[in-house]
C-alpha cells in the first residue's frame, strides 16, 4: 500500500510551468488591450447573429462532429470535411495531438521562441521538449533537423510563429518536412494564417494532402472570436481518426459551431480584417524603428519590438500602461526579456502606441 497521504499528479506535470497569459488592465478601466492578438475590428456580424440564435436551442447536446462548420470549412477551403477535425480552441487539438503521439521516453521538437503551449502539452503527456536555437528570431529548419533523434515524435511549428511573427516559406517548410523520418508528425499551427500578405508563404494545406505524417492547425480566435473558442485541424484520414476517438464527444458548443460556420463564410468581413491588419502592421513597424529600438518583420497580427536592454523594454510596459495600452511582456513566458509583443490594433491605438513609444526615445 502506497503511504501518500493525497493524489500525487503523473511525474512531470507538477514541473510544467503554467501558462501565462498577457494582461487585461483592472476590471473596469479603459485600457486597450493589445497582448492577446484579439481582433481589433470586433467579430463577424453573420458570427455574432448566429451565435445569438443559438441560444434558443440550449437545452439541446450540440451535434458532436460540428458537422455544419466542417462543411462550412470545407467549402471555402477547398477540402474535404472529413479531413477536419474541430475543437473548443486550436489549443483543445494541439492538447490531443500530444496526447495522441507522445508518451514517456518520447521527444517533440520546437523552435526556441516557439509558442509558450508547446512545452506544457508536451510535458503533459510524459514526454520531453527539445528547444533549438533560431536565427535571428526565425525558425531554423537546418538546427531542428540536426534535433532530431530516434525518440523525436512530434515536430510543432507555427508558421507565422508567436511571439516573433516570423515565417518560414513554403520552401522551406517542405525542406523540414523531407528531412523528417515518416514516423514523426509535423504539426504545422497555421494561427496566423489570415493575416499573412508573404507572396512565398503557405499555410501548409499541401504538405497535409501529399503525406501521411502532416498536419495542419488553424484557430478563429485572431479572427474576432476568440470568446468562442474554436479550432480546427486537417490530417491524413489515419490521424483525424486517432484524434476522433479521445476528443470531447461534444468538444465544441452550439454557438461555437453556428458562429464559426457564420464567421467562414463572411468573406468579406475576413478581408476588411486583413487589410486593416495590414496597413497599421506595416504603419507601426515604420514608425517604430529607430536606433534604440528594433522591430522585427511580421505577417501576423501583432509585432514584436525588442530595445536595447531589458529596463528598457520594461519601462515602455508601464509608460504604455500608464497612457492606456497593455501590451504583452515577452520575458518571463518567452525569455525575451528585451521585447514587447504588440497587437495591431485600431488607428487610433496604433497611432497612440507610436507616440507613446517614439516620446520615450526622445527623453532619454
Ligand atoms: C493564439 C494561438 C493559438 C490558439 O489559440 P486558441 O485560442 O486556443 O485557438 C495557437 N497557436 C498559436 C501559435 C497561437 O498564437
Given at each position: 500500500m502506497s503511504d501518500q497521504k493525497r493524489p500525487i499528479p503523473q511525474p512531470g506535470i507538477l514541473d510544467i510551468a503554467p501558462y501565462l497569459p498577457g494582461k487585461s488592465g483592472a476590471p473596469g478601466s479603459k485600457a486597450i488591450k493589445l497582448s492577446a492578438n484579439e481582433s481589433p475590428l470586433g467579430a463577424s456580424p453573420q458570427a455574432v447573429a448566429a451565435f445569438a440564435a443559438a441560444a434558443d436551442h440550449l437545452e439541446i447536446y450540440p451535434e458532436g462532429s460540428s458537422r455544419l462548420l466542417r462543411e462550412a470549412l470545407g467549402e471555402v477551403h477547398g477540402i474535404d470535411p472529413n479531413a477536419i477535425v474541430c475543437g473548443n480552441g486550436s489549443d483543445d487539438l494541439l492538447h490531443l495531438l500530444a496526447q495522441t503521439y507522445l508518451g514517456h521516453g518520447d521527444e517533440a521538437v520546437m523552435n526556441r521562441y516557439g509558442f509558450s503551449v508547446y512545452p506544457i502539452i508536451t510535458k503533459a503527456a510524459g514526454a520531453e521538449i527539445v528547444t533549438v536555437d533560431e536565427v535571428d528570431y526565425t525558425a531554423n529548419v537546418d538546427a531542428l533537423l540536426a534535433a532530431i533523434t530516434p525518440r523525436t515524435r512530434i515536430v510543432w511549428l507555427a508558421n507565422p510563429n508567436n511571439p516573433t511573427g516570423t515565417y518560414l516559406s513554403v520552401a522551406e517548410v517542405a525542406r523540414l518536412h523531407a528531412g523528417l523520418r515518416p514516423d514523426i508528425l509535423l504539426v504545422i499551427d497555421s494561427a496566423y494564417a489570415e493575416y499573412v500578405t508573404a507572396a512565398d508563404y503557405s499555410v501548409g494545406l499541401d504538405l497535409v494532402e501529399a503525406h501521411e505524417n502532416v498536419v495542419m492547425v488553424r484557430t478563429f480566435s485572431k479572427m474576432g472570436l476568440a470568446a468562442a473558442r474554436i479550432g480546427w485541424m486537417v490530417g491524413p484520414g489515419h490521424v483525424v481518426d486517432a484524434i476522433n476517438r479521445i476528443r470531447g464527444p461534444f468538444n465544441v458548443n452550439l454557438p461555437a459551431q453556428l458562429a464559426g460556420a457564420a464567421a467562414t463564410r463572411d468573406i468579406a468581413f475576413n478581408q476588411r480584417l486583413k487589410a486593416h491588419n495590414a496597413q497599421w502592421r506595416d504603419w507601426l513597424t515604420a514608425q517604430l524603428q529607430s536606433n534604440r529600438m528594433r522591430v522585427i518583420p511580421s505577417q501576423a497580427n501583432f509585432v514584436m519590438v525588442l530595445f536595447e536592454t531589458p529596463e528598457l523594454a520594461a519601462r515602455a510596459f508601464e509608460t504604455l500602461a500608464a497612457a492606456g495600452y497593455i501590451v504583452r511582456e515577452?520575458?518571463?513566458?518567452?525569455?525575451?526579456?528585451?521585447g514587447l509583443r504588440i497587437s495591431i490594433g485600431s488607428e487610433e491605438a496604433m497611432r497612440g502606441v507610436a507616440e507613446v513609444l517614439k516620446s520615450m526615445e526622445g527623453a532619454q
Open positions: 515577452i520575458g518571463a513566458s518567452y525569455g525575451i526579456h528585451n
